[in-house]
């Protein structure tokens, strides 16, 4: 036990003094530290933000109205609710868990809240509590299935997938489809209500004022515990491209219909999801019991509530992002929640960058995922291209992202041993 500990001391302290290296010789020191991450198999985001750049360029050669500010808009907000589903997914394979069931889920969510809403007169704010409750009930089901009988997730779920398409047609009945009152607020909010400019300006300010505070309120934390900070000036040039960025996109969207709140309220699910998962002790248990789960439990943490939180959570994601759907489409039908649904979700967590072995992944995952599959999919419907097409070009790209996952989690493991 002493000799570990003595290693642990020791790692500890080598790793500070190489980020107080780092931090000393400033610009050069941080770009070779970003250099020596990506050769040791850390590539983070990287890979599909190139692919969504080389999407971009290549749907933009054959068709330029790709990237017009109509077809952007369309892409934000179709891309949505189905991103609030692999919202879901990406924290159950930070387990390297899966969860088959999460479209299932959501048709059977949405078609119980249109059911009270439209044929049972019960008010909007009702039909949505108990859709997503029906979410929070059955991952929770999940859990106990899992922690207390040790029944595989690929099992509970794959029975789940069938078992709640069946309950989806039970309550839809002989009507089939559900469309939902005309002045619902739903239908409003995820297909007509946008945000004005001004709001959009003032949404982009708070948010780079927000990213400056929180990056001040670190360097004043680490000082005060001895730690080295981070580079002000590198915080400054990530300041300046943020709202650099985020204003020329608020802009050109604008020329159109601009941010659309359904949009804004996944971006806003992201993000609370990412500060709970980075900066709270249950985040960082998520990712020790995905990264080694007997380490996890020797290390004190409950792991079983880590899974019930996950799994519940998860199937919220889904109900949630199925009642969403509803209403950007104005309607639930036996289609609702789909095999298409299903593994686009799940498609989206790991063209993301979620690894499916556990342990690694980011929110933002489900973000930048569900955004390149939308644009894969406007793209080709722009080009007029058959949707058999659309299948298999997306099944290409969730094999690339797969392969670089393994590779770079064997160059990791690689270096580990090196």
């Not at 999460?102 to 859709?131: D, E, R, T």
């Not at 949009?263 to 990412?274: E, G, N, Q, S, T």
């Not at 519940?312 to 889904?318: G, M, R």
Request: aromatic share 8%; net charge positive.
């Amino acid at each position: 036990m002493s000799a570990t500990t003595d290693e642990t001391q020791s790692a500890v302290a080598a790793d500070i003094a190489d980020e107080r290296l780092i931090q000393s010789q400033g610009l050069g020191g941080q770009a070779r530290a970003v250099w020596n991450r990506l050769k040791g198999g850390e590539l983070g985001m990287l890979p599909v933000v190139i692919g969504l750049i080389v999407i971009s360029l290549v749907f933009y050669s054959q068709e330029p109205t790709f990237l017009s500010s109509k077809s952007l808009v369309n892409i934000t907000l179709f891309a949505a609710p189905v991103g609030v589903i692999a919202l879901g997914i990406v924290l159950v394979l930070l387990l390297g868990e899966i969860d088959l069931s999460v479209g299932s889920v959501s048709g059977f969510a949405a078609a119980s809240m249109a059911v009270l809403v439209a044929n049972k007169s019960q008010s909007l704010i009702v039909g949505m509590i108990a859709g997503i409750l029906i979410g929070t009930l059955i991952g929770s089901v999940y859990a106990l299935l899992y922690t207390r009988l040790g029944v595989p997730s690929f099992v509970f779920s794959l029975a789940g997938l069938l078992g709640f398409q069946g309950a989806l047609l039970y309550v839809l009945g002989d009507q089939g489809t559900i469309v939902l009152p005309t002045d619902s607020g739903l239908r409003q909010f995820a297909r007509e209500r946008f945000l004005s400019d001004g709001a959009a300006y003032v949404l982009l300010a708070v948010v780079v004022l927000a990213y400056v505070g929180s990056q001040l309120l670190m360097v004043r934390r680490r000082k005060a515990a001895g730690l080295t900070p981070p580079n002000l000036t590198m915080v400054g040039i990530k300041a300046v491209l943020l709202a650099g960025g985020l204003g020329f996109l608020t802009y050109y969207l604008g020329i159109d219909r601009g941010w659309g709140y359904l949009f804004v309220l996944f971006v806003a699910l992201v993000v609370v999801m990412d500060l709970m998962l980075r900066k709270t002790t249950w985040g960082r248990h998520v990712y020790a019991v995905g990264g080694n789960e007997e380490a996890a439990r020797r290390a004190g943490i409950k792991v079983g509530r880590i899974y019930f939180s996950v799994f519940a959570a998860t199937s919220t994601f889904a109900a949630l992002g199925g009642i969403l759907l509803a209403g950007q489409l104005t309607s639930v039908s036996q289609s609702s929640g789909t095999t298409d649904t299903n593994l686009t979700a799940i498609a989206a967590a790991v063209i993301g960058g979620t690894s499916l072995f556990g342990g690694r992944g980011s929110a933002y995952s489900a973000l930048l995922g569900i955004i390149v599959l939308q644009a894969i999919q406007s793209g080709l419907n722009l080009m007029n291209v058959d949707s058999s097409v659309r299948f298999m070009v997306t099944g290409a790209v969730l094999l690339l992202a797969v392969a670089i996952d393994s590779v770079s989690r064997r160059v990791r493991s690689s270096s580990g041993r090196g």
